[in-house]
């Protein structure tokens, strides 16, 4: 017996669902509600209890066990093949896992998906490679451009219904199977368009399920805009194990994937690529990729740094100010978080005296890497103060650490590391907080490199220019 469908009003912004339609949502949107039917089948049910938590629901057949007596599984992961990927997921794909990869549009997901691919097949057996977005031909294209030699076991097809990509996966069992993305595929049970949050939402169910009848791992591509995220992949960020985000500026070539959330790994790993003629390469010696010049030292540039997952990457911090001519002064920030800045800009200020009242200032840091760790603070502070100056090291140096409201520089982790890589990379001074610098092993530090711990802005700014 079929069920009445029932109508809601679903908000396209966070996916929040109104019986009515409201002229503004509970998040604050502004006519984004929009009507979607429901039946409420089978899908729906799973989905309803998902979301309610519950986690088991084996018919009462569910029960507790003792903490300690729970055998702890070891993932047997499967490789990608791309260490930077592998790194980002925590080891490899974990069968049955299901993973979001969300990115703009353009920015390289589904090459560095069919990349992926390719190279499972190739050792693992079938993988499953469904587009709702290209055509065979078209993805053909990509894969003999990217890939090499393709292997026989890499299926490809192109599909957007939700209950064909479920049959076909059934019966050609893949290894891997691969949706991209997942805001062109639609369920016949719902009568929304492709990509509204309730499709998005019973099609991510509808995947979870397959991954974890067959235990394979699944790939769901979803676009994402600048702006921020949609609501149809954010509604499925709860029910996925790994979400992974894909970033980059268009016009470099360096490409950013990091973990947000991974049950099988950390979230503090980053994978770098760089976007080629032949498809995304593994960057492996990621320190120093963001920078361009650093053999002359300029003012209004600094070197800083921050620690990613387990790998120091260095950055080069540009500023410019110039006289106010009309109005507010502007603080413009590419890369580095505008509060941060304004904050940077009060101590500035209140410490070293520097007046920026009258002065549009401009920061920017170099590379499109965005650099969203405190430790960067320093290095923003110092560029700042040397533009003012109208003075530049004679050195190369690096600086790096936290800039508290008082002006004191805080401690950043693992500035063991930063510092060692920088003498290595051979700059002659690398400016830190005290604490950070107290717990250096100087004995492993090359003599060419010298160590400046300092405790606040003042005496940082001294050093830097003295
Ligand atoms: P794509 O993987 O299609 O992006 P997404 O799936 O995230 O939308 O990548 C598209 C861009 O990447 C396209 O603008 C061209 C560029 N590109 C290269 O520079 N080299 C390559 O080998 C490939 C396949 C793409
Ligand atoms: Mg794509």
Redesign the pocket.
């Known amino acids: 017996m079929s069920k009445k469908p029932q109508t809601v009003w679903v908000c396209q912004e966070c996916g929040y669902e109104s019986p009515k339609w409201l002229g503004r949502c509970i998040c604050g949107a502004f006519g984004s509600m929009v009507e979607e039917t429901v039946v409420p089948d089978d899908a729906q049910d799973t989905r309803r209890r998902v979301s309610a938590g519950s986690g088991e629901t084996a018919g009462g057949a569910a029960r507790p066990k003792r903490l300690k007596k729970v055998g702890s599984a070891e993932y047997a992961r499967i490789k990608t093949g791309i260490r930077e990927l592998d790194r980002v997921l925590g080891g490899g794909l974990v069968p049955g896992s299901l993973t979001l990869i969300s990115?703009?549009?353009?920015?390289?997901?589904?090459?560095?998906?069919?990349q992926a691919a390719a190279k499972i097949a190739a050792q693992e057996g079938t993988v499953l490679y469904v587009s709702g977005?290209?055509s065979e031909e078209q993805i053909k294209m990509?894969a003999d451009?990217?890939c090499g030699s393709l292997p026989d076991s890499l299926l490809v097809m192109a599909e957007t219904n939700m209950e064909n990509i479920m049959a076909v996966s059934e019966s050609c069992k893949p290894k891997f199977l691969i949706i991209?993305?997942i805001q062109t595929i639609y369920s016949d049970t719902l009568d929304s368009a492709p990509g509204s949050v309730s499709q998005v939402r019973t099609c991510g169910n509808m995947l979870m399920k397959i991954g974890k009848s067959w235990n394979v791992p699944v790939f769901i591509?979803a676009?994402v805009t600048k702006s921020g995220e949609l609501a149809g992949p954010k509604t499925v960020e709860h029910l996925v194990d790994t979400v992974l985000h894909?970033s980059g500026e268009?016009d470099h070539?360096v490409r950013i994937l990091r973990a947000f959330k991974n049950r099988f790994g950390t979230t503090s790993e980053i994978g770098a690529f760089r976007?080629?003629?032949?498809?995304?390469m593994e960057i492996q010696d990621i320190s120093a990729t963001f920078l361009e010049n650093t053999d002359v030292s300029e003012e209004g540039s600094v070197i800083t740094a921050v620690y990613e997952g387990s790998r120091p990457v260095f950055l080069e911090v540009q500023a410019l100010t110039s006289r106010t001519t009309a109005g507010f002064p502007r603080r413009t920030a590419v890369g580095v978080d505008q509060k941060r800045l304004a904050m940077i800009l009060a101590v500035l200020e209140k410490k070293l005296g520097l007046n920026l009242s009258d002065q549009d200032v401009y920061v920017n840091i170099v590379g499109g890497l965005r650099a969203d760790r405190t430790s960067v603070d320093l290095g923003v502070a110092l560029a700042i103060y040397s533009t003012i100056r109208g003075a530049a090291p004679s050195r190369r140096v690096v600086a790096f650490g936290e800039v508290g409201l008082t002006g004191e520089l805080r401690s950043v982790q693992n500035a063991d590391r930063i510092v060692m890589e920088a003498a290595r990379l051979g700059y002659q001074q690398v400016i830190l907080p005290e604490r950070s610098a107290e717990r250096i092993d100087r004995s492993k530090i090359p003599s060419s490199c010298q160590i400046a711990g300092v405790k606040n802005l003042y005496a940082a700014a001294h050093v830097f220019l003295d």
């Open positions: 990115g703009e549009p353009g920015i390289g997901k589904s090459t560095l998906i069919i977005e290209e990509r451009r990217v991209d993305s591509v676009h894909f268009r070539e976007m080629e003629e032949h498809g995304l």
